[in-house]
């Protein structure tokens, strides 16, 4: 059974550094594309990027990039977004997802990481 | 890369069909067919209901439909029941190498 199994919810505070992850596991993590998906409280769903575990290769949303990292640990079948200094703005919740590349969608998806931004 | 465009909402009763309309442009929705659409309940991560405009995936009642025409895609739903009532998101592949969603429309069921 494919899984994806997304690390717990956080509180921080303007400035700080957060790395969320996404550990999936039930199929072949390192040949199949992982991104991550936002949702702003009562807002819509917005395409974040997504990584090919086995080489690393990373897309962007011309929205996001810049303002984020996406990686990934082959080792330990895990993603990980990644923030260098957190805004009130990054309030969302974050879903990551496996999308098939080739025929353009997500098949399976993260149950969500709640991330609270708040000084 | 803009959002592609939905209605934010769409309503019908019991029974009858809806049409929740996509709109991309030809970089996006009209030089592809990677559309597909998404329902999400309050709460909820969302689900897969089409893929690649207008393929089922197992397990999606044939009541739901997709199809496209230019840079409009499409998703109806016929025989609405009260468990359809939901959040649904279109999203396409782009000429980018990147993904864009729609903005999203709420379906109640009168």
């Known amino acids: 059974e494919v899984q994806l199994v997304q690390s717990g919810a956080e509180v921080k505070k303007p400035g700080e550094s957060l790395k969320i992850s996404c550990k999936g596991s039930?199929?072949?993590?390192?040949?199949?594309?992982i991104g991550w998906v936002r949702q702003m409280p009562g807002k819509g769903l917005e395409w974040m990027g997504i990584?090919?575990?086995?080489?690393?290769?990373?897309r962007y949303s011309p929205s996001f990039q810049g303002q984020v990292t996406i990686s990934a640990d082959k080792s330990v079948s895990t993603a990980y977004l990644q923030w260098s200094s957190l805004k009130a703005s990054d309030t969302a919740m974050y879903y990551c997802?496996?999308?098939?590349?080739?025929?353009?969608?997500?098949?399976?998806w993260g149950q969500g990481t709640l991330v609270t931004v708040s000084s | 890369q803009s959002a592609l465009t939905q209605p934010p909402s769409v309503s019908g009763s019991a029974g009858q069909s809806v049409t929740i309309s996509c709109t991309g442009t030809?970089?996006?929705?009209?030089?592809?067919?990677?559309v597909s659409w998404y329902q999400q309940p309050p709460g909820t991560a969302p689900k897969l209901m089409i893929y690649?405009?207008?393929n089922r995936p197992s397990g999606v009642p044939d009541r739901f439909s997709g199809s496209k025409s230019g840079n409009t895609a499409s998703l109806t739903i016929s025989g609405l029941q009260a468990e359809d009532e939901a959040d649904y998101y279109c999203?396409?592949?782009?000429?980018?190498?990147?993904?864009?969603f729609g903005g999203g429309t709420k379906l109640t069921v009168l």
């Open positions: 039930g199929y072949s993590f390192n040949s199949n594309w």
């Open positions: 990584i090919y575990p086995g080489d690393s290769d990373t």
């Open positions: 997802a496996r999308q098939r590349y080739s025929y353009g969608y997500i098949d399976y």
């Open positions: 999203s396409s592949y782009t000429s980018s190498s990147t993904w864009v």
């Open positions: 030809s970089s996006d929705v009209g030089s592809y067919n990677r």
């Open positions: 690649e405009v207008s």
